[in-house]
């Protein structure tokens, strides 16, 4: 089936279920996200939507304003760290926030279907899935997989000899994973041409919980 005509089925039936919105543009989705990270840090988080009757009102039908690809580290969760609520944020979340191909269709459904136009790329300090590209030469089973999507960033750092190889290479998987985002066919990379979508990295700091956004 052609991919125009899988989209515009999706539309139809995500529209009978509540799913279409008017879209929150990306610089007010971000805008949003820095707020809510800014309460965070500063021990005043509201956590908005998340009673019985926002429940109810999403059980109806999502509708986020910004995709997260995050990592599973359990200290990295999105909800509390951007201060938002049930329905708020779609989320896709791998070790190292490594993106495949189910990762790709889900950051496409949320675009597409959801209407998602803000899409991050969110590390974290100290990240464990790094840590491993940049120290271990081998690792069991299918956690290679996440390492050797991991090692172009750390190889990339490694020949300009930083001080501190962890930390550049937590960076610079953020970035690359980013440009994939960005140049990824067919739906991502119109978009971003059409600069109708951004896509961003940003960086946890699991110390202070403050969030840093490469918006260059």
């Known amino acids: 089936m052609h991919l125009s005509v899988v989209i515009a089925s999706f539309v139809f039936l995500s529209s009978l279920q509540g799913f279409c919105q008017t879209s929150t543009s990306p610089d007010e989705a971000l805008i949003r996200l820095k707020e809510g990270n800014q309460r965070f840090v500063n021990g005043k988080s509201t956590k908005p939507r998340q009673d019985f009757m926002r429940i109810k009102e999403v059980a109806a039908g999502q509708k986020p304003f910004a995709t997260i690809v995050g990592c599973s580290d359990s200290r990295v969760p999105s909800e509390i760290i951007f201060d938002q609520g049930l329905g708020d944020l779609f989320i896709v979340r791998t070790a190292g926030q490594v993106s495949t191909y189910a990762s790709w269709g889900s950051i496409e459904f949320a675009e597409e279907i959801l209407g998602t136009k803000l899409i991050v790329v969110l ?6 899935a790094v840590g491993a590209a940049v120290n271990l030469p ?7 997989t996440l390492i050797n999507a991991i090692k172009p960033a750390v ?5 300009k000899s930083p001080d501190n190889l962890l930390n550049a290479s937590i960076r610079e998987n953020i970035n690359m994973q980013v440009e994939q985002l960005k140049n990824l066919e067919p739906i991502l ?11 961003i990295g940003a960086l946890y700091d699991l110390e ?9």
Not at 138 to 144: K, L, N
Not at 155 to 159: A, G, N, S, T, Y
């Open 123 to 128: 590390g974290h300090t100290n990240c464990g």
């Open 138 to 144: 081998e690792v069991p089973g299918h956690i290679v």
């Open 155 to 159: 190889e990339k750092v490694r020949k």
């Open 189 to 199: 990379a119109k978009r971003v041409k059409e600069n109708s979508v951004k896509i």
């Open 208 to 216: 202070s919980g403050k969030i840093e956004f490469f918006e260059n």
